[in-house]
């Protein structure tokens, strides 16, 4: 059988050699690809060729001796003078030197090659020229081409071949994340030095992929080639993952995978058969390397791999993401996800973990019993009640227009509140959850002759201030648990007669309906302005019917005979309005929003730059980032369902508010995850390994699943841990901390859309919450560089910022470095996954009414919130067990099929 001249390969009959490309001599065709030169050959017995040993080129090298020789050119051996290191020359032929095409290929191939900056790449230095002969200065490999390697022993051993494919696999994932196609992968174009290290070689038909026109497609080696390649189609990075899977194929059999004499026969048993199992050709070969190398020569590219690195991942033993870090690299997300584990928690972890889950929730329930059971044990009457209570007040008061709307809500009593944190006495706040007077939670009603339009049509929870009243007729009442009238306020009518000629109104009904025996109280000169204009005012003093140890203040005022304000005050409303506390003075308040507003302005114009900088360098991870923000914004819109909802034109206002909304959480969620996940992904990879799967859709991944379960274990001993510390507080006679509540907690009260609103609410004001430790996490490890010494740091500020002054110094310290280990343990153990999911579960149950009474009218919070909580866990718990069946039935197991 003849030989190639060029590579020495036996051939069969054709005009092309399948090996190299290169044109058999009785063909006058001008071959598909000639034969590159590697830096290196295995056997420097060559000729001298155009320059000899000794020799210095540009003042800079001088010649050591001959490498190779071939048709795309000569290579040297030389000493760079400058640098004092050895160095390889690769010199065009002298008989195309004038060939524009071939002196660009030299060109691109230096220009590409400089794009690659991985161990398993070889380097290219730049590109010169003397005496008008062009060259190129790429790194020395001391070894020899994979090709000669392989026509000399035949193949690799299976361990052997194991650790080269990893290389060669990092390698062409390094070129195709600087997003350049090799197009020419094959054993000639792969060096293995005297370590054993490889280095892929040739870049001179590299291109990016958008670059390769239907003309090039067909460039490169033809037994090398995939079918879409051979076919003229076009080329991707699978292509090259084809060829990647036929080198593999040869490094493991010691054969090529299939046998042609042409490009057409080649293409026509790539298309229409399957090369024999590399298994059947090599004994005790790994299952896991025969399935990488048949996925990767799968005729159809899109059964093949996604990426280089998926086939490494795919190797027996291999870690791809350890090799990334230690040769100094940010590992790509594809690589990131396919690290970790695959398999399912065994079934008596995910089923412990689920019981003490279920369990947690149910001693949580039991736990708030003790405080905010017995505050919602005080709202015996639903809304609907309490409404109604409210409209006969205004009727009785003379306020009987029908409203064209209305709205209904509870409220805080905040001053009462921030009395109690202060006092510091336990046995306060305990008195203050077993009486009826004064209230801790009031409920609000307001209605108006016209539709209640908001004016923020895209904010939440402001629905007694927006909009504010100020429309003749708009009228709203307050009212304690029991429906007593605690504060009234109705707008007048801009005309209306003088009140000098009209008797007073009959305030008995008034200090009825706010619980008061008129007799009781003692009349005083009023304090109060109106918040609304009046002719006549009127002031009583008493006390709390069932509190008589509160002194309180009553002040009305009425116009026209008609009243239009009252309202109960506490001793504590005096000592907030009178003295001023909480009211800063206008130069302080503009002070604090410019530096806000400024601080506000730089940390987004700061994330932006850095984004955008990783976004140039290719580390930014555009798909995660923006699958996340978006998901935080659809979630942030569907805010739009506890919304006040009118069947006008507004409602299409109050969609495009929302709408605002969510497009502003999109993009600063985009702007600061693109800023600061390529750093915590070369720190800490493994903290994103379940993330970056969630983000790629893999829902039913058991790691995935493991991290959510974990994560959803953790957030409910973070709730507990809450729970516990008010408990021990009462325990030990140590002052407590303010009861947890922000807008959604009372929110939810108001019926199941604002409900369902409030668990979203709660869990992407969470997600976005966590950021803050998260990046003051990152800039202290970058700048300090030891993960403890930040984790140490951000903890002191949590600390600090995290205590309000209303509870024991040592319980808050306690508390707060539980819920700290808690986070961290949940953040390094389980991942980015599972800390989310501890604040958010977290959250959701420290944050929404929870009570043991699902009977209760407000119990549906509850339900939602339970709902909410066990489905995740059950979620996770099935994704964890990596589809195994839960039971198992042992007599069917043991019956095999006849």
């Known amino acids: 059988m003849p030989r190639c001249g060029s590579c020495l390969s036996d051939v069969p009959e054709g005009r092309y050699c399948l090996a190299c490309g290169q044109a058999l001599p009785a063909s006058s065709e001008v071959p598909t690809r000639l034969e590159s030169l590697s830096p290196v050959l295995s056997s420097p017995s060559v000729d001298h060729g155009r320059f000899v040993p000794g020799m210095q080129l540009a003042g800079r090298y001088r010649i050591v001796a001959p490498l190779g020789k071939g048709g795309m050119g000569e290579v040297y051996r030389a000493d760079d003078l400058k640098l004092g290191q050895a160095v390889a020359l690769k010199f065009l032929p002298e008989a195309v030197e004038q060939d524009e095409r071939r002196l660009a290929l030299l060109l691109n191939e230096v220009r590409t090659a400089r794009q690659i900056s991985h161990p398993n790449v070889c380097r290219v230095y730049d590109i010169g020229e003397v005496d008008g002969h062009h060259f190129l200065s790429m790194e020395y490999v001391d070894g020899e081409d994979l090709a000669s390697l392989l026509r000399r022993i035949g193949r690799l051993p299976k361990d052997k071949g194991i650790q080269i494919a990893r290389q060669i696999g990092a390698g062409l994932g390094a070129a195709h994340e600087a997003g350049v196609l090799h197009r020419d992968l094959k054993p000639a174009n792969i060096m293995i030095d005297g370590r054993g290290r490889v280095r892929i070689t040739d870049f001179g038909l590299a291109a990016a992929a958008s670059e390769i026109g239907s003309s090039e497609a067909r460039a490169g080696t033809p037994a090398y080639m995939a079918p879409e390649q051979l076919a003229g189609k076009a080329f991707t990075v699978r292509s090259d993952l084809y060829a990647l899977g036929l080198v593999l194929y040869e490094l493991f059999t010691g054969r090529p995978a299939f046998k042609a004499s042409t490009p057409t026969d080649l293409l026509r048993l790539q298309t229409s058969s ?17 399935r990488a190398i048949l996925r990767c020569l799968d005729p159809d590219p899109a059964l093949r791999p996604s990426s280089a690195l998926a086939v490494i991942s795919a190797l027996p033993g291999g870690d791809p993401l350890a090799a990334a870090l230690a040769a100094g690299e940010t590992p790509s997300p594809q690589l990131v996800a396919a690290a970790g584990e695959s398999t399912g928690l065994p079934h008596r972890v995910a089923v412990a973990a689920l019981a003490a889950i279920l369990g947690g929730i149910a001693l949580l329930l039991a736990l708030s019993g003790q405080r905010q059971g017995r505050a919602l044990a005080r709202l015996e009457k639903p809304p609907a009640v309490l409404a109604e209570r409210a409209r006969e007040i205004l009727h009785d008061l003379g306020y009987t227009e029908r409203p064209a709307d209305s709205l209904a809500g509870f409220d805080a009593n905040d001053a009462y509140l921030k009395h109690l944190s202060e006092a510091k006495q336990p046995q306060t706040w305990s008195r203050a959850l077993a009486r009826d007077q004064p209230a801790i939670v009031r409920f609000r009603y307001r209605q108006s002759p016209r539709l209640l339009e908001r004016i923020n049509v895209g904010s939440m929870g402001d629905l007694f201030s927006d909009p504010p009243p100020t429309l003749p007729g708009m009228a709203e009442v307050t009212l304690d648990p029991q429906g007593r009238l605690i504060a009234f306020t109705a707008v007048p009518q801009p005309i209306c007669r003088s009140g000098k000629d009209l008797p007073d109104p009959d305030w008995t009904k008034v200090l009825t309906a706010a619980g008061f025996d008129p007799s009781a109280l003692t009349a005083a000169d009023p304090l109060w302005a109106p918040p609304l204009f009046a002719d006549r005012r009127v002031a009583w003093t008493g006390a709390y019917p069932g509190a008589k140890e509160i002194p309180v203040r009553l002040e009305a005022a009425a116009l026209a005979g008609r009243p239009v304000a009252f309202r109960v005050a506490e001793p504590w409303d005096l000592t907030e309005e009178q003295k001023g506390k909480g009211s800063p003075s206008a130069a302080r308040f503009r002070a604090g929003s410019l530096v806000g507003t400024a601080v506000f302005f730089i940390a987004v114009t700061m994330g932006l730059i850095v984004a955008l900088r990783n976004l140039r360098q290719g580390r930014g991870d555009r798909k995660g980032a923006l699958r996340f923000a978006v998901y935080l914004g659809t979630v942030r819109l569907l805010w739009l369902v506890g919304a006040h909802h009118l069947s006008i034109d507004s409602e299409a ?101 604002q409900a369902f609103a409030s668990v979203l609410g709660i869990h992407v004001t969470g997600v976005l919450e966590i950021f803050f430790p998260l990046m003051l996490l990152l800039l202290s490890r970058i700048v300090l560089g030891r993960t403890w010494i930040a984790i140490a740091i951000t903890s002191v500020v949590g600390l600090v910022i995290s205590y309000d002054g209303s509870e024991s110094v040592v319980l808050h310290l306690v508390g707060f470095s539980l819920s700290a280990c808690l986070f961290w343990v949940a953040l390094f153990r389980f991942g980015l996954l599972g800390a989310i999911v501890t604040i958010s579960v977290a959250d959701l149950l420290g944050q929404m009414p929870l009570t043991a009474d699902l009977t209760a009218w407000y119990a549906t919070p509850t339900l939602i919130t339970l709902i909410a909580a066990v489905g995740l866990a059950l979620w996770s718990f099935r994704a964890s067990l990596a589809g195994h069946p839960l039971f198992r039935d042992a007599i069917l197991a043991d019956q095999a099929p006849a």
């Open 274 to 290: 399957t090369p024999a199992p590399p298994s059947s050709v090599v004994e005790g070969l790994e299952p896991s390397v025969e």
């Open 653 to 753: 206002d109050l969609l495009i508010g929302h709408l605002a909304w969510s497009m502003y959480r999109v993009g600063m969620v985009c702007i600061f995850y693109l800023a600061l996940e390529p750093y915590a992904r070369r720190l800490w990879p493994r903290m994103l390994v379940s993330w970056m799967r969630l983000l790629d859709g893999r829902f039913r991944d058991p790691l995935v699943g493991r991290d959510a379960l974990f994560g959803c274990l953790a957030g409910v001993a973070l709730a507990l841990n809450g729970a516990l510390c008010i408990w021990m507080a009462e325990r030990l006679a140590l002052a407590e901390p303010a009861p947890g509540r922000t807008v959604w907690t009372l929110e939810s009260l108001r019926g199941f859309p």
